[in-house]
């Protein structure tokens, strides 16, 4: 059971939109940490998406976007493509166990 | 291009020391943590400690009695001592950079696949 929730699983077509969430609590997301995303191509290892809740690196095309609202944080993807279909995770620090977490992961199927 | 290569024995025996290097090249070693990170089926991602180029390490609550990080900036490496191993210590162990001040982690190596069994 990971500090952080994600759902096992979401699925869009071709050029449609889709989100995912990270539940979080009082101590991580909700305290005022910031959430970080992650995608990870199979076989391959986690890829900085976005930071600092919104912010996304050199090179992360603007159809990934972060939001975080209260104990909860969430990344959406747009104009899905078939090379998104990955898992992501969500990461943030938790003041209660001391130490970065992250949540469970998502796979995202391009249907 | 600074990039970040593991490299350790891929088996290890239960109740032994597992043990790993990460290599760092193109950049320097002195303006990031360096952290260990693995990531196991049943576990999931879990983030194991980090070390500044001084030596100052940060270990999580969950593996601080049994690990150990080191540095050796001669040799632009940073090492992951793991003791008293068991069969859910097996993941694929990464390094990664984290930025000062920052706490996600923007380089990561491409991971080593460990096995623990006699």
């Known amino acids: 059971q990971s500090i952080l929730t994600q759902p096992p699983s979401v699925s869009g077509a071709p050029g449609q939109r889709v989100t995912i969430s990270c539940s979080g609590s009082s101590s991580n997301i909700g305290t005022g940490y910031d959430v970080h995303w992650y995608q990870q191509l199979p076989g391959t290892a986690p890829k900085l998406l976005i930071y600092g809740n919104t912010n996304r690196p050199s090179g992360v095309p603007d159809r990934f976007s972060g939001s975080k609202s209260g104990t909860s944080a969430s990344l959406a993807i747009t104009g899905l493509q078939a090379d998104d279909e990955a898992d992501y995770y969500c990461?943030?620090?938790?003041?209660?166990?001391?130490?970065?977490?992250f949540g469970g992961g998502t796979k995202l199927t391009v249907l | 291009q600074v990039q970040l290569q593991e490299s350790g024995p891929g088996l290890v025996k239960p109740s032994e020391t597992l043990s790993l290097t990460c290599s760092v090249s193109g950049g320097s070693i002195r303006d990031y943590y360096w952290s260990w990170i693995r990531q196991s089926p049943g576990k999931g991602v879990e983030w194991i400690g980090y070390?500044?180029?001084?030596?100052?390490?940060n270990y999580s609550p969950s593996f601080q009695s049994r690990v150990t990080i080191s540095v050796d900036m001669t040799k632009h490496q940073f090492s992951l001592k793991l003791t008293s191993v068991t069969a859910a210590d097996a993941a694929v162990y990464y390094c990664?950079?984290?930025?000062?001040?920052?706490?996600?982690?923007?380089?990561w190596g491409r991971g080593t696949q460990v096995t623990v069994s006699s």
């Open positions: 070390i500044f180029y001084s030596g100052s390490t």
């Open positions: 990461q943030s620090y938790d003041s209660d166990v001391s130490a970065w977490v």
């Open positions: 990664a950079r984290q930025p000062l001040d920052y706490w996600y982690f923007d380089l």
